[in-house]
């Protein structure tokens, strides 16, 4: 069954940090590239970061050089390392798992994803 739980958001002042947490099932994990995404008050869902079976990695201009997504595929968790976060970081995030077999591909469009968690909320004050 699929299953995604992120968890670590809060509220946190603008240059402070976060970690997001996305723990998922063996069946949810295994060999799927997996992503984070967010969707800001009254805003479109965007793609943040994705990062594949091997490592790899793909961020959205947006975040690069703030965030970095990383994985454990012991833990079969995702984490988000969320830095130098500004007001327009603010969104619900949520993670996502990629059903393309192999578990290479890197996208940051939702519709590539077919797992979803329910979404962990930051919330970044000036």
């Known amino acids: 069954q699929v299953h995604l739980v992120e968890s670590g958001g809060g509220s946190v002042q603008a240059g402070g940090s976060l970690r997001l947490s996305c723990a998922a099932s063996?069946?949810?994990?295994?060999?799927?590239?997996m992503g984070w995404f967010r969707q800001p008050p009254g805003k479109e869902r965007e793609g943040v970061a994705s990062?594949?079976?091997?490592?790899?990695?793909r961020y959205a201009d947006s975040v690069k050089g703030r965030f970095t997504i990383s994985r454990d595929n012991v833990k079969n968790t995702v984490y988000l390392q969320m830095n130098s976060l500004t007001p327009e970081d603010t969104a619900r995030y949520y993670c996502?798992?990629?059903?393309?077999?192999?578990?290479?591909?890197?996208?940051?469009?939702?519709?590539?994803?077919?797992?979803w968690g329910q979404g962990t909320q930051v919330t970044v004050s000036s």
């Open positions: 990062i594949n079976w091997y490592g790899s990695t």
């Open positions: 996502a798992a990629d059903p393309a077999y192999g578990g290479s591909r890197l996208s940051l469009q939702g519709s590539d994803f077919n797992a």
């Open positions: 063996a069946y949810t994990y295994g060999r799927r590239s």
